[in-house]
């Protein structure tokens, strides 16, 4: 009988060992851990660099299908990097104009052409000289993801700033 009482007091002081001191979720609602990886820590980038516009400040924006107004997602970014070439004033930059595969080459140029002008517009509405911005339109020539398929079409209508230290 003593035998068989022993690997219970060993599973029971096995378990004892496991036991976690983090607080019990009372709550009735499950957590949800969310890890996210944004490459480099901002505190490994120099100030000012390609990637600190990049990754701090944010190098594109995304339209709608078929659109070329800005949203107040891309907005609210154009204004993060208007105020980062004013505090860089020798930085000149390059909105390109991007669209998704659908439709004909000529339209889709057309169509990047119109929402690089209007990030740049914008831009230089916040205070960016239009003497330091140039545009350009690559169309549907230069996905960023390769894709029949909403995802990558959404991702594929962008406009994407592209400093030029001088």
Same mark, same amino acid.
């Given at each position: 009988?003593?035998?068989?009482?022993?690997?219970?007091?060993?599973?029971?002081?096995?378990?004892?060992?496991?036991?976690?001191?983090?607080?019990?979720?009372?709550?009735?609602?499950?957590?949800?851990?969310?890890?996210?990886?944004?490459?480099?820590?901002?505190?490994?980038?120099?100030?000012?660099?390609?990637?600190?516009?990049?990754?701090?400040?944010?190098?594109?924006?995304?339209?709608?299908? %078929?659109?070329?107004?800005?949203?107040?997602?891309?907005?609210?970014?154009? +204004? #993060?990097? *208007?105020?980062?070439? /004013?505090? =860089?004033?020798?930085?000149?930059?390059?909105?390109?104009?991007?669209? %998704?595969?659908?439709?004909?080459?000529?339209?889709?140029?057309?169509?990047? +052409? #119109?929402? *690089?002008?209007?990030? /740049?517009? =914008?831009?230089?509405?916040?205070?960016?000289?239009?003497?330091?911005?140039?545009?350009?339109?690559?169309?549907?020539?230069?996905?960023?993801?390769?894709?029949?398929?909403?995802?990558?079409?959404?991702?594929?209508?962008?406009?994407?700033?592209?400093?030029?230290?001088?």
């Amino acid at each position: 009988m003593r035998i068989a009482l022993l690997p219970i007091a060993a599973a029971a002081l096995l378990l004892a060992a496991c036991e976690s001191d983090k607080p019990t979720n009372t709550s009735g609602v499950t957590p949800t851990t969310t890890t996210v990886s944004k490459g480099p820590t901002s505190s490994s980038i120099r100030s000012g660099s390609i990637e600190d516009f990049r990754v701090n400040v944010g190098d594109r924006v995304f339209f709608g299908y %078929d659109k070329f107004d800005l949203s107040a997602d891309a907005r609210r970014t154009l +204004e #993060r990097q *208007a105020s980062w070439l /004013k505090q =860089y004033a020798s930085v000149r930059m390059a909105v390109e104009g991007h669209a %998704d595969e659908r439709g004909t080459r000529e339209y889709n140029l057309a169509l990047g +052409e #119109r929402r *690089a002008n209007a990030a /740049k517009d =914008y831009l230089v509405a916040l205070g960016v000289p239009a003497s330091r911005l140039t545009t350009v339109s690559y169309g549907k020539e230069r996905p960023s993801v390769v894709g029949s398929n909403d995802s990558a079409w959404s991702q594929n209508r962008r406009g994407v700033s592209v400093p030029a230290v001088q």
